[in-house]
């Protein structure tokens, strides 16, 4: 039991270019979400979703997509990625049937745009 | 969006010493859960909270949730080295929302 992966650990990208972030997660956890941390803003919550074809958007979603085809991948995508979106970026999921709102972490994936 | 104040951003202590931070909220929550960053990984849950007065511990860790419940405290006893890093409280707002609002997290250093 993994719990929730994230790929890649590190990324550097220039401007202008794309990728996606993968996230995974083996427990069988309906809500997954993204979130950017950046230093003394604390966790801000991008996207979300309630489960596999359910996506929304969270407090700042401007510049990012995100997408969930199965129960297991939230992958998040930079459309054209911005200086502005140098972050560290966390995937988190959650079981609501377990009558808990407990959120377990990703280790992170950390970006810098040039 | 909603915004958690959590207190103290950053503490200095001595080994051995007791810790306490807290977390407030001008709107009320109906769950408050504990975290621990240490640096370069993922937030990792220590303590979850579901009720209001409600006092949990996990080893050395003690949190309550606030009567009012717009707020939550978090106390470490007799620091160690291990207690070092960012810790955040988060709250969940309404029944049946997965969502999680963040405190901005309190830096814990300990000085040798």
């Known amino acids: 039991n993994a719990g929730v992966t994230q790929t890649p650990k590190f990324q550097v990208l220039k401007t202008g270019q794309s990728m996606t972030l993968q996230c995974a997660q083996d427990?069988?956890?309906?809500?997954m979400s993204w979130y950017r941390q950046d230093p003394g803003m604390g966790l801000r919550l991008i996207h979300y979703s309630v489960g596999a074809g359910i996506t929304d958007q969270g407090e700042v979603p401007n510049g990012y997509n995100v997408s969930r085809s199965t129960t297991e991948d939230f992958p998040l995508r930079l459309l054209s990625a911005a200086p502005s979106q140098t972050s560290v970026y966390f995937c988190?999921?959650?079981?609501?049937?377990?009558?808990?709102?407990?959120?377990?972490f990703g280790p992170g994936t950390r970006l810098t745009v040039t | 969006g909603q915004q958690l104040n959590q207190s103290p951003q950053s503490m200095f202590i001595q080994e051995g010493e007791d810790v306490s931070m807290n977390c407030t909220s001008s709107?009320?929550?109906?769950?408050w859960l504990w975290y621990k960053q240490d640096p370069g990984e993922g937030p990792v849950l220590l303590i979850a909270l579901y009720k209001a007065g409600e006092l949990t511990s996990n080893g050395r860790l003690t949190a309550q949730f606030g009567i009012t419940r717009k707020d939550s405290f978090l106390n470490i006893s007799a620091s160690i080295p291990s207690d070092v890093g960012i810790y955040f409280c988060a709250g969940q707002l309404d029944f049946g929302n997965e969502k999680l609002t963040f405190g901005t997290g309190t830096r814990l250093t300990i000085i040798p």
């Open positions: 709107s009320i929550f109906n769950t």
């Open positions: 988190a999921s959650s079981s609501p049937r377990d009558g808990s709102y407990e959120q377990y």
């Open positions: 427990m069988n956890h309906e809500y």
